[in-house]
């Protein structure tokens, strides 16, 4: 019979919805550190050899290491067990990224999000031979409300917690709740035959060492799991802006969408529009993007030749990852058909900004200057940018042929690729010497670092920029080499020559850096391989931690056509690289 916080439960009713079941012991609740301890105070294991505070070892590698003395180390490993499960579990922690679960929870549920919360574990009351008396059930139940985990507005409380004394028990309570998703850190929670199917399985797998398993989706964080369970509700609220704004918000119309951001169109009583933005933060690129983007604006809105050309920050509020700025107006230009004289105004727009961009960059003080952080991906040096594109290679080189369009992928980069940026590489190093010189800071530009019509709005008024969450210093050769090969724009050979020719103008001009032709000559077509591994991440799309892609892969019609229209476009990039249109227009 399983109990909840030492009372019978009787198995609900299957619920309706989303209904998320979690395991507890080392998925909610983490115990690695303080086995570590009591295995030395114990004196099963020799302490850390100085200055080590720690044997900084997970629970399966100690395991392994008592495990390796015999019946005896089993033992000790059962009796370490009994206490950090009874008398020793008000030291225990939650897992990182828990606490911020939870918050997402309750910030969904108080937009009116509806999905049930489940708590189900294989635990028995007290452990025969080991245990000094202590209730497991009712110290994990202390633990977790001492954890807040019961806090209003996360929807658990101690009827939703149930331990079970049997895994085969486990799983049928699993079936009971009606679960749709449940995670666990042991594989063979998922490998019972009687584990329910149609549920979602995620696998707790933060040190990356557990077994592949069918129909397993394996995750090494609680901020992906979070995302998994929770990003499908949280695309479907909008926030409230209305804090921001300082009064009630009326409507809010998202009007833009990506994997980083979401925009809207907010409204209120008083008649007012701003732009409301909601930023996401992923574990794999922890970037700081609302706060680079409110410092830039910030800086720009406050000078008088750039202000035209960018929204104003109105208010903020990180815990939430949201911003207000005032409304810009206008179409996105890089789809919005346009006059030739409307595409020789854009141009010109575009270098009027960036002239304005490095202007500012040459009147900061050094104090605020050293505040503003290198834009995202800068490469300041031959070998930094070298090393920018081997990575990249080499994650596209770990896509298995048996994959979809795996072999495809290879021979291209094998045959075509690889070579020619090794031929690059190699010319660009007789060009620019050192590869390890950096380019010095007076040289440097301040820019968007994704710049281009494809990050315009276009109105009566002219053109007017967005997306400022990669700002920050950066080689003008790079924003001129990105500017002219980003696949958005598309840019005809006459519009290319008058954007080349009016940057080159200004920035290695009179007063300018008179060695950036050389670079631009000499980086173009590497910024343009750049570009073609950019294209190819759509083979990486899906990888999961500790893995590029997986083996035997499922290769439907949809998975087949995105990546052989991926595999042109980077064919069609190699060989905008090798007509290097930038580096015509200096000789």
Request: charged residues 25%.
């Amino acid at each position: 019979m399983s109990r909840a916080h030492g009372l019978t439960s009787p198995a609900p009713a299957p619920a309706d919805g989303i209904v998320i079941g979690l395991d507890l012991d080392n998925t909610l609740v983490g115990y690695d550190e303080l086995l570590c301890e009591l295995a030395v105070s114990e004196g099963y294991l020799p302490p850390p050899a100085p200055p080590a505070r720690s044997l900084g070892l997970g629970k399966r590698a100690l395991r392994d290491a008592l495990r390796a003395k015999g019946e005896e180390g089993e033992e000790q490993w059962r009796r370490l067990q009994a206490l950090i499960y009874g008398t020793h579990m008000p030291r225990a922690r939650l897992m990182p990224g828990v606490a911020d679960f939870l918050a997402r929870v309750k910030a969904l549920r108080a937009a009116g999000a509806i999905f049930s919360l489940y708590i189900v574990s294989h635990k028995t009351r007290v452990a025969n031979n080991y245990s000094d008396g202590a209730d497991f059930h009712l110290a994990a139940m202390d633990f977790l409300r001492d954890q807040g985990v019961f806090d209003p507005g996360t929807g658990l409380h101690p009827a939703h917690v149930f331990f079970e004394p049997e895994r085969a028990a486990k799983v049928a309570r699993i079936a009971q709740l009606g679960c749709t998703h449940f995670v666990d850190d042991l594989e063979e929670t998922f490998a019972e035959p009687a584990f329910p199917q149609g549920v979602t399985r995620i696998l707790y797998d933060p040190a990356g060492d557990a077994a592949e398993q069918p129909g397993v989706t394996r995750l090494d964080s609680w901020t992906r799991i979070a995302d998994a369970l929770l990003g499908d509700l949280e695309k479907g609220l909008t926030p409230d802006f209305s804090a921001l704004a300082g009064e009630p918000v009326t409507a809010a119309a998202r009007i833009y969408g990506g994997r980083n951001s979401r925009v809207y169109r907010v409204r209120t009583a008083g008649g007012k529009t701003y732009a409301g933005k909601h930023y996401h933060l992923h574990q794999d690129d922890p970037r700081d993007r609302l706060g680079a983007e409110w410092r830039a604006l910030s800086l720009l809105a406050a000078q008088p030749r750039l202000a035209p050309f960018v929204a104003r920050p109105v208010d903020k509020d990180p815990a939430r990852g949201l911003a207000l700025y005032s409304f810009l107006p206008g179409v996105q230009a890089s789809t919005t058909p346009a006059t030739p004289a409307q595409a020789e105004a854009d141009m010109d727009a575009c270098l009027e900004f960036l002239d304005g961009l490095r202007t500012l960059s040459g009147q900061l003080q050094a104090e605020a200057a050293a505040r503003i952080p290198p834009a995202s991906e800068a490469c300041f040096s031959l070998a930094a940018l070298a090393a920018n594109l081997r990575g990249r290679l080499e994650a596209l080189l770990a896509v298995p042929k048996d994959a979809c369009l795996g072999a495809e992928l290879a021979a291209f980069l094998a045959e075509e690729l690889v070579p020619f940026m090794e031929a690059s590489l190699e010319r660009a190093h007789g060009l620019l010497g050192d590869p390890e010189q950096e380019l010095p800071q007076d040289k440097r530009t301040l820019s968007p670092s994704d710049f281009g019509l494809h990050n315009a709005l276009r109105s009566e008024t002219g053109l007017s920029f967005v997306d400022f969450e990669y700002f920050g210093w950066d080689d003008p050769a790079k924003t001129l080499c990105d500017f002219l090969l980003h696949p958005a724009m598309g840019l005809p050979e006459e519009l290319r020559r008058r954007f080349s020719d009016g940057f080159l103008a200004r920035f290695a001009g009179p007063g300018g850096d008179p060695g950036l032709p050389k670079r631009v000559t000499a980086v173009y077509p590497l910024y343009a391989i750049k570009w073609c591994f950019i294209l190819l991440n759509e083979f990486l799309r899906g990888a999961e931690a500790r893995r590029v892609f997986a083996a035997n892969a499922d290769c439907g019609d949809d998975a087949r056509t995105r990546r052989q229209a991926q595999l042109d476009k980077a064919r069609a990039m190699l060989n905008q690289a090798r007509t290097p249109h930038a580096a015509d227009s200096l000789r």
